[in-house]
T-cell receptor
């Protein structure tokens, strides 16, 4: 069973609010990823990290920011939420290496009203 | 743009039939993985094939990889209603960052 957790599972928030989506894993994985996914659609990589203090933007431009101060923690922050940010956000982690699968959290479904 | 492209986008079959999904990618890869997603929840890993492998089996799953064509296929044999889900391929790019990029997915419906 995957030891990767996302909180909250659901969030409804007003426009302009600052939010932080939490993602934590207890597997000691060095690689972590954030994806944005609309219902029934593809996963878009928005941020990834290959270790502490090492983060990169993904293929989809995002107004969110991330940090990786500790191996187990990879929070995503939106400084000012907008309705266009409404989506599901999925966090994943994996070990470095050619045979390493990714483990996913259950996701955070964000609605900005 | 995303690394992988699956086809078909949607597939509807009867229980007991085989389901084949295809995936194409664009850059050099370390490995290619297939995942399953039920109803918009988190993804679950199914099978991984390394860039130097051509075919791999796991239970009712069979994956092939053709690096010359930059393509892979996932075959699910003797499908069951419980196989109804979305299936995604993902590639791990070569290099230290090991970016993990997903395709658009195939939505599979298995009718009882």
């Amino acid at each position: 069973e995957a030891d990767i957790y996302q909180t909250p599972r659901y969030l409804v928030i007003g426009t302009g609010k600052k939010i932080t989506l939490e993602c934590s894993q207890t597997m000691g994985h060095d690689k972590m990823y954030w994806y944005q996914q609309d219902p029934g659609m593809e996963l878009h990589l928005i941020h990834y990290s290959y270790g502490v203090n090492s983060t990169e933007k993904g293929d989809l431009s995002s107004e969110s920011t991330v940090s990786r101060i500790r191996t187990e923690h990879f929070p995503l922050t939106l400084e000012s939420a907008r309705p266009s940010h409404t989506s599901q956000y999925l966090c994943a982690s994996r070990r470095t290496g050619g045979k390493s699968e990714a483990f996913f959290g259950q996701g955070t479904r964000l609605t900005v009203v | 743009s995303q690394q992988g492209e699956e086809d078909p986008q949607a597939l509807s079959i009867q229980e007991g039939e085989n389901a084949t999904m295809n995936c194409s990618y664009k850059t050099s890869i370390n490995n290619l993985q297939w995942y399953r997603q039920n109803s918009g929840r988190g993804l679950v890993h199914l099978i991984l094939i390394r860039s130097n492998e051509r075919e791999k089996h796991s239970g009712r799953l069979r994956v092939t990889l053709d690096t010359s064509k930059k393509s892979s296929s996932l075959l699910i044999t003797a499908s069951r209603a419980a196989d109804t889900a979305s299936y995604f391929c993902a590639t791990v790019t070569q290099g230290g960052s090991e970016k993990l990029v997903f395709g658009k997915g195939t939505k599979l419906t298995v009718n009882p």
